[in-house]
């Protein structure tokens, strides 16, 4: 069951090399991806970016009112955190139902599967694009400078999608096979949106703020918000991020390896 | 010099059904394989062999060790009834299905053709579309570029490009399909039954434009259950049964066994169906 041969994790190599070598493609899907949702609609992904700043206007002003702290506190903080958020779970939700929305074709060419997982990234990145106006706009709109750390930020936004990446693969082989793994991993973001925090601030947990400390997501979430808040990273969230990205990594590149052949066969 | 070797290739499909590809079913599935295999082990005439693989999973075994050579220049055509492993092999032959054990090695660019209209989006133009599948199907920027007036020419859809594909009757959308598909010459070309396009008054175009296409290729495989078509286009044939290499070499050969081994036993089961008396009123 968990033997792993030289020639998987080979063909595995050439696998995620040839879906990077190839990121035009990926690229032009992600882009066609996007396009489709501009079509006939006169809105189009703008629709996505009209209801971030709905949730975001509405949570705002629920975090500023439930935890007590500012409004011009809380509506950055919020905005950040959540823009962020909702790529994380856009991003591993996608990666739930990745090869079996690209089974037509899967089956019927040979394609790096790499090259889906690139694409599906790539689209959420450009989708959440989109919502940075709404940031933009809060930021003017509440005098938010961000840090001279920002210098840092594309690093450790690189870091969070390297993460986001593993977890989305790990997510796609596992509900290629089990069919309601989609769901289970629904349920598990929609409970680490309440444990992570996004709406409420670390310190506001009190005693129990080893809740916030001990969740991944808290740190991944941290180091791309807080340089944009005018505050920096810690560097336990820079290691803790860069260990995820790593060690998560190695394991998953294993396990892609050792059930990759296996994937067309699950469609 | 392009060529295919198969080496003692085995490909075997676990099957899954719907709730067992729930998790907590999986830990249930001894049982069941021990039912199926019972059925399986009934007199059949299609489809692989079936059985209970590694950590007792049910599977089909699609293709059973086949080994083969293919050459340049060769045009093969594949036989067998239905489920005797045709598709899979030509699955395996364009790397989509990795062999459980055993090997393909083919020298050159495997171009599988089995869905003309694969990656092409209703709500695009024809332009668009051109450049989907033409990105789907591996071509370079300029190798497209290249491609586009051609497939103009070829299609005389005119303006009609510039509309989404939705506005297309079947005929045209498929005309289009075709042109993209047959648009640069396979080394290695791999067809699902023969392509075709188009209405009465487009068909001796496309004709002529399958003939340069099929006869430019290095090497073609196809599958198919028409005799004529095998004979108009293969020079070998190869005849799968039941996922097992019966018979490789000239087609004429071919031909006359798959007819005199495996026509028969079809017929006799046509005629069991026939002879069923229908039920008491």
């Given at each position: 069951?968990?033997?792993?041969?030289?020639?998987?994790?080979?063909?595995?190599?050439?696998?995620?090399?040839?879906?990077?070598?190839?990121?035009?493609?990926?690229?032009?899907?992600?882009?066609?991806?996007?396009?489709?949702?501009?079509?006939?609609?006169?809105?189009?992904?703008i629709?996505m970016t009209l209801s971030f700043g709905v949730q975001i206007f509405t949570m705002g002003f629920l975090s500023a009112f439930l935890f007590?702290s500012a409004l011009e506190k809380s509506f950055p903080y919020v905005c950040a955190g959540m823009l962020f958020w909702n790529l994380i779970t856009q991003?591993?939700?996608?990666?739930?139902?990745?090869?079996?929305?690209?089974?037509?074709?899967?089956?019927?060419?040979?394609?790096?599967?790499?090259?889906?997982?690139?694409?599906?990234?790539?689209?959420n990145l450009?989708v959440a694009g989109h919502n940075v106006a709404i940031y933009v706009a809060i930021a003017l709109f509440f005098l938010v400078v961000p840090s001279?750390?920002m210098?840092?930020w594309?690093?450790g936004l690189?870091?969070v999608?390297?993460?986001?990446?593993?977890?989305?693969?790990?997510?796609?082989?596992?509900?290629?096979?089990?069919?309601?793994?989609?769901?289970?991993?629904?349920?598990?973001?929609?409970?680490?949106f309440?444990?992570t925090p996004l709406m409420y601030f670390p310190?506001?947990?009190?005693?129990?703020?080893?809740?916030?400390?001990?969740?991944?997501f808290t740190?991944m979430i941290a180091l791309v918000r807080e340089p944009l808040l005018g505050g920096?990273p810690?560097?336990?969230?820079?290691?803790?991020?860069?260990?995820?990205?790593?060690?998560?990594?190695?394991?998953?590149?294993?396990?892609?390896?050792?059930?990759?052949?296996?994937?067309?066969?699950?469609? | 010099?392009?060529?295919?070797?198969?080496?003692?290739?085995?490909?075997?499909?676990?099957?899954?059904?719907?709730?067992?590809?729930?998790?907590?079913?999986?830990?249930?599935?001894?049982?069941?394989?021990?039912?199926?295999?019972?059925?399986?082990?009934?007199?059949?005439?299609?489809?692989?062999?079936?059985?209970?693989?590694?950590?007792?999973?049910?599977?089909?075994?699609?293709?059973?060790?086949?080994?083969?050579?293919?050459?340049?220049?060769?045009?093969?055509?594949?036989?067998?009834?239905?489920?005797?492993?045709?598709?899979?092999?030509?699955?395996?032959?364009?790397?989509?299905?990795?062999?459980?054990?055993?090997?393909?090695?083919?020298?050159?660019?495997?171009?599988?053709?089995?869905?003309?209209?694969?990656?092409?989006?209703?709500?695009?133009?024809?332009?668009?579309?051109?450049?989907?599948?033409?990105?789907?199907?591996?071509?370079?920027?300029?190798?497209?570029?290249?491609?586009?007036?051609?497939?103009?020419?070829?299609?005389?859809?005119?303006?009609?490009?510039?509309?989404?594909?939705?506005?297309?009757?079947?005929?045209?959308?498929?005309?289009?399909?075709?042109?993209?598909?047959?648009?640069?010459?396979?080394?290695?070309?791999?067809?699902?039954?023969?392509?075709?396009?188009?209405?009465?008054?487009?068909?001796?175009?496309?004709?002529?434009?399958?003939?340069?296409?099929?006869?430019?290729?290095?090497?073609?495989?196809?599958?198919?259950?028409?005799?004529?078509?095998?004979?108009?286009?293969?020079?070998?044939?190869?005849?799968?049964?039941?996922?097992?290499?019966?018979?490789?070499?000239?087609?004429?050969?071919?031909?006359?066994?798959?007819?005199?081994?495996?026509?028969?036993?079809?017929?006799?089961?046509?005629?069991?169906?026939?002879?069923?008396?229908?039920?008491?009123?």
């Amino acid at each position: 069951m968990l033997a792993l041969t030289l020639k998987q994790v080979d063909s595995a190599v050439d696998d995620v090399w040839a879906g990077i070598s190839s990121w035009r493609l990926s690229h032009f899907l992600a882009w066609q991806d996007v396009r489709q949702r501009y079509r006939r609609s006169t809105l189009g992904p703008i629709w996505m970016t009209l209801s971030f700043g709905v949730q975001i206007f509405t949570m705002g002003f629920l975090s500023a009112f439930l935890f007590g702290s500012a409004l011009e506190k809380s509506f950055p903080y919020v905005c950040a955190g959540m823009l962020f958020w909702n790529l994380i779970t856009q991003t591993i939700n996608d990666g739930a139902t990745l090869f079996v929305a690209s089974a037509r074709y899967i089956t019927q060419i040979k394609c790096p599967l790499t090259v889906f997982l690139l694409q599906m990234v790539w689209r959420n990145l450009i989708v959440a694009g989109h919502n940075v106006a709404i940031y933009v706009a809060i930021a003017l709109f509440f005098l938010v400078v961000p840090s001279p750390s920002m210098v840092l930020w594309p690093l450790g936004l690189l870091l969070v999608v390297i993460c986001l990446s593993w977890m989305a693969l790990v997510s796609a082989v596992i509900s290629a096979r089990y069919r309601d793994v989609p769901q289970l991993i629904a349920n598990i973001l929609a409970i680490l949106f309440w444990l992570t925090p996004l709406m409420y601030f670390p310190e506001q947990l009190g005693q129990k703020r080893f809740i916030a400390d001990y969740n991944p997501f808290t740190h991944m979430i941290a180091l791309v918000r807080e340089p944009l808040l005018g505050g920096e990273p810690s560097l336990n969230d820079w290691l803790v991020v860069l260990a995820i990205a790593v060690v998560g990594w190695a394991g998953t590149f294993l396990f892609f390896a050792r059930f990759r052949a296996r994937i067309v066969y699950w469609l | 010099m392009l060529s295919i070797i198969g080496k003692d290739v085995h490909v075997e499909f676990p099957i899954y059904d719907p709730r067992m590809r729930s998790l907590k079913y999986s830990f249930g599935i001894k049982h069941l394989a021990k039912g199926i295999s019972r059925i399986a082990a009934r007199d059949r005439n299609v489809g692989g062999q079936i059985g209970a693989g590694e950590a007792g999973r049910i599977v089909v075994k699609a293709l059973d060790g086949l080994s083969f050579e293919i050459s340049e220049g060769d045009r093969v055509g594949l036989l067998g009834h239905n489920g005797s492993g045709k598709t899979t092999l030509l699955r395996t032959l364009a790397g989509i299905y990795e062999p459980v054990s055993g090997a393909i090695q083919t020298n050159g660019r495997v171009f599988p053709l089995f869905d003309l209209q694969l990656g092409m989006d209703q709500d695009a133009t024809g332009i668009e579309n051109i450049w989907m599948r033409g990105k789907m199907l591996g071509l370079s920027t300029n190798q497209i570029k290249d491609a586009l007036d051609d497939i103009a020419d070829f299609t005389e859809l005119g303006d009609y490009l510039y509309m989404p594909i939705r506005a297309y009757s079947t005929g045209m959308a498929l005309r289009l399909a075709f042109a993209i598909s047959t648009a640069i010459i396979p080394e290695i070309l791999v067809l699902d039954e023969m392509i075709g396009a188009g209405d009465a008054a487009f068909i001796s175009r496309a004709d002529a434009r399958l003939k340069s296409f099929l006869a430019r290729t290095g090497i073609l495989v196809i599958a198919s259950h028409s005799m004529a078509i095998l004979r108009q286009w293969c020079n070998k044939g190869m005849l799968l049964e039941q996922g097992k290499l019966v018979a490789f070499g000239p087609l004429e050969n071919v031909v006359s066994i798959y007819e005199s081994k495996v026509l028969p036993k079809n017929d006799a089961a046509a005629d069991l169906l026939v002879l069923t008396p229908p039920p008491a009123p």
